[in-house]
Nanobody
Framework: QVQLVESGGGLVQPGGSLRLSCAAS????????MGWYRQAPGKQRELVAR???????NYADSVKGRFAISRDNAKNTVYLQMNSLKPEDTAVYYC????????????WGQGTQVTVSS
């Protein structure tokens, strides 16, 4: 099975930057999306950014122009570069792999806390 390990979360001041990393163990076959969701207290989990095997990249409107997702295929790792961070970006960020072919399945990391505060 696929295991996802996140790193890079922490405390940052408004306007600062963080880079999250998610390393996947196990082999992922077929068409899939790999990306990041986040959940703030009292709010639903929402998609932040994802990249699909065909190259398609999706961003939440709230992070467009500030966040960038990328992937290192050799390391089987996805990154989320977060710039110009705002207090409303504070949330637990979860790495996600969603298999889009064959038997659909989803895998989640344990979550990493991002806190944006002065």
């Amino acid at each position: 099975q696929v295991q996802l390990v996140e790193s890079g979360g922490g405390l940052v001041q408004p306007g600062g930057s963080l880079r999250l990393s998610c390393a996947a163990s196990g082999t992922i076959f077929g068409v899939y999306a790999m990306g990041w969701y986040r959940q703030a207290p009292g709010k639903q989990r929402e998609l932040v950014a994802r990249i699909i095997t065909d190259g398609t990249i999706n961003y939440a409107d709230s992070v467009k122009g500030r966040f960038a997702i990328s992937r290192d295929n050799a390391k089987n790792t996805v990154y989320l570069q977060m710039n110009s961070l705002k207090p409303e970006d504070t949330a637990v960020y979860y790495c996600n792999v969603h298999i889009l072919s064959g038997n659909s399945a989803a895998y989640w990391g344990q979550g990493t806390q991002v806190t944006v505060s002065s």
